[in-house]
Structures are given as C-alpha cells and as structure tokens.
C-alpha cells in the first residue's frame, strides 16, 4: 500500500498538471502540451545549472527542497487514493495544515532571501491569504471529525455525500483551498510574466536548475494532494469496494478534478487582488455552514 502511495505521489502531479494544461489549450483552440510535459520540464531542468544572485544565501538553495519535502510529507497523510493513508493518527489533520505551513514559510524566506522589493511583495501577499484561509481549513477539518466521529483524515473515508451539507461545505471549502494554496486561477496566473499581479510566480523568478524543478514538483504535488482529498469525498465507492478499484477510481476523479479547474481557468478571469479575501470568504462560510450542519444534526438528535 505504502508502494502504490508512492507511485501515485510520483505519477498523479504529472498527469494533473499535464490534464489542466491540455483542457486549457483545447479551451483556447489548440493542440497543446503533451500530458507528461511536466515530466520532461523537471528532467530538463534537473541538468541544468542552478544561477544564483550574489546576494543570496544557503537558505535560498535550501528552501525549494524543504517546500518539496512538506509537499511530499503531506501526501502521506492524505487519503488521497480513497484508502488509510500511510501516516494516520489522530489530529493528523493540525499537523498537515503545519507541514504546508512549514512549505509555505520555506518559500516566502527564499524569495526573501534575494532581496526583490517584488519577490517581497509576493511573500506578503502569500502570508496575507494564507492567514485568511487557514480557519477555513480548521472549520471544514472539525466538520468532518464531528459528522463521522472520527478524529483524523480517516473521517473523510466515511463522509458521503447522504450527509448532503456538511458533503457540499466541504468541497466548496476544499475546492477552493486547492486554488489559493496551489496558486491557480483565479486567485493566481501561473503562466503571467507581470510581477505586479503575480503571487506565487514572483516568488520563483530567481530560482533555476534544480531548485526550480523542486518548486514546480512541490507545488504540482500540493495540487494532487488537494484534489486527491476531494476525490475521496467524492468517490462513491470508498468503503464499499475493493481498494484497487477504489484507488483507480480516486485517480480517475482526480484527473476529472484537474479538468474542472482547467477549465475553471479557462472561463473565468484573474480576480483583482482585493476581491481575492472576498472569494476565500466563500471557503470560510461553507466551512462554517458544513459545521453548523453537523450541530444541528447533533442537536436533533
């Protein structure tokens, strides 16, 4: 089990990335990038040589691998193939948000290692929305735990969509998490070159080689994990099927999930970035609303 983890870990952020830039393309009227593009970028810039300012330090070379390191970590504790993942305890959960915290302050020191008045900006702005979205996070975590009375990301493979608001709040919430936390449209472009509406994208525009197929794995591994999550409240089969088609369903649904968002970028524009703290707000009400379903249930009965 901890094999095909792995794998799926290896092979799935290939296979999104490469599924969001397709549905793009056919979106806009073109062919597109093969779907293992992703794959060849990384091995082409893992033999490249890494540039680096002169100003910058060891933490701007250490960073990427700490960010690729927390990505990776989190996928172990996420069911992300709608079975017991291969780190499971309970509130697993406050330790996951930490671990993206950890991978999210590991970035913003190494854009502010180059001491970029624009790389700064894009570290504050990160700092900003993250701090918004983490309640809605904790929110949606304590629905869950409440509905299923468990105490752990276990409790998604027992949520279904028959508890019909506390299912619908959470991938609202969900949904949205993986777009602010992965960066993608319409928080985000991450195909823009103009610094002064980037967050993310400015963040990385000084690494290169290596370090920078470390950022572009940990962040498409962020994206999978994130979808993965949602695929396994979504999948119908999760504790009614065997595991080997409950795990082929959960990557099919993830690729499906990489198509949504493809196409989600695809029709609706960048939002300014003061209408960004209004959309994570939608994330935040529908975590609320999903746990005040489960008190009222609780209450009735």
């Not at 970590?73 to 959960?93: C, E, H, T, Y």
């Not at 970035?273 to 935040?284: D, E, F």
Request: proline share 4%.
């Amino acid at each position: 089990m901890i094999l095909l983890h792995l794998v799926a870990l290896a092979v799935l952020p290939i296979l999104v990335i490469g599924a969001i830039n397709r549905t793009k393309s056919l979106w806009a009227g073109r062919k597109g990038q093969p779907l293992l593009q992703l794959g060849y970028d990384l091995v082409r810039l893992v033999r490249k040589r890494a540039v680096y300012s002169s100003v910058t330090t060891f933490l701007f070379r250490l960073m990427p691998y700490v960010l690729l390191a927390t990505s990776l970590v989190s996928g172990f504790i996420v069911p992300i193939l709608g079975v017991r993942a291969p780190i499971a305890f309970p509130l697993d959960f406050v330790w996951f948000a930490y671990v993206w915290g950890l991978g999210r302050v590991a970035l913003m020191l190494g854009a502010l290692d180059t001491g970029s008045s624009f790389e700064g900006m894009g570290a504050s702005r990160e700092a900003t929305f993250a701090a918004l979205l983490e309640p809605a996070l904790f929110l949606v975590a304590g629905a869950v735990c409440l509905q299923t009375g468990e105490r752990s990301f276990e409790g998604v493979l027992l949520l279904h969509a028959d508890s019909h608001l506390v299912w619908l709040g959470s991938v609202v919430t969900l949904f949205v998490i993986v777009q602010v936390e992965s960066a993608r449209m319409p928080i985000d472009d991450p195909t823009t070159h103009l610094e002064l509406t980037m967050v993310h994208e400015v963040m990385i525009l000084d690494h290169s080689g290596p370090e920078l197929a470390a950022l572009q794995a940990g962040s498409a591994i962020k994206l999978t994990v994130g979808l993965g999550l949602i695929a396994t409240l979504c999948n119908p089969l999760v504790g009614r099927a065997a595991w080997p088609v409950v795990a082929a369903m959960n990557a099919a649904l993830c690729l499906l999930l990489a198509i949504a968002v493809g196409t989600v970028e695809s029709l609706i524009a960048r939002l300014k970035l003061r209408a960004v703290p209004q959309y994570i707000l939608v994330a935040l009400i529908a975590a609320g609303a999903a746990l005040l379903a489960t008190t009222f249930r609780g209450g009735a009965g």
